[in-house]
């Protein structure tokens, strides 16, 4: 009996630990040194990212089919599957099958400093 308490110990404390290593224990404010907010909302709207995405502070249109981005900048993960990190969300936003094939998110035709611009106006989006 001791054994078999021992091992449903030991399983159980591995599965809290996997889980606890998953949560993210505190919102790091996610900053990109020289990009620029405002100018990322402009490019978001140039190449109409709203027409899958619902936006804050973009009124039209209000494409569903990539979901809200409300509340992005605190969210743990980029489409439920990568960190959300600075790094990874410039080459998201600019070429998303790269990372992830198959994707329904296409390409954008966003330069490297214009998807720093958007990646920053994400993390506005508290």
Excluded at 19 to 26: D, P
């Amino acid at each position: 009996m001791y054994i078999r308490e021992r091992r449903r110990f030991v399983a159980m404390s591995l599965a809290a630990i996997t889980l606890g290593a998953c949560a993210e224990t505190s919102v790091r404010p996610r900053q990109l040194a020289g990009a620029d907010p405002a100018r990322g909302r402009d490019a978001a709207e140039r190449v109409v990212c709203a027409a899958c995405h619902e936006i804050p502070g973009i009124a039209w249109p209000r494409g569903r089919m990539g979901g809200s981005l409300a509340g992005f900048g605190g969210r743990p993960l980029i489409a439920g599957r990568l960190p959300n990190q600075p790094d990874i969300l410039v080459r998201w936003v600019r070429d998303a099958p790269s990372l992830i094939p198959g994707t329904g998110m296409p390409p954008q035709d966003l330069s490297p400093a214009e998807a720093r611009d958007v990646a920053a106006f994400l993390y506005t989006l508290e």
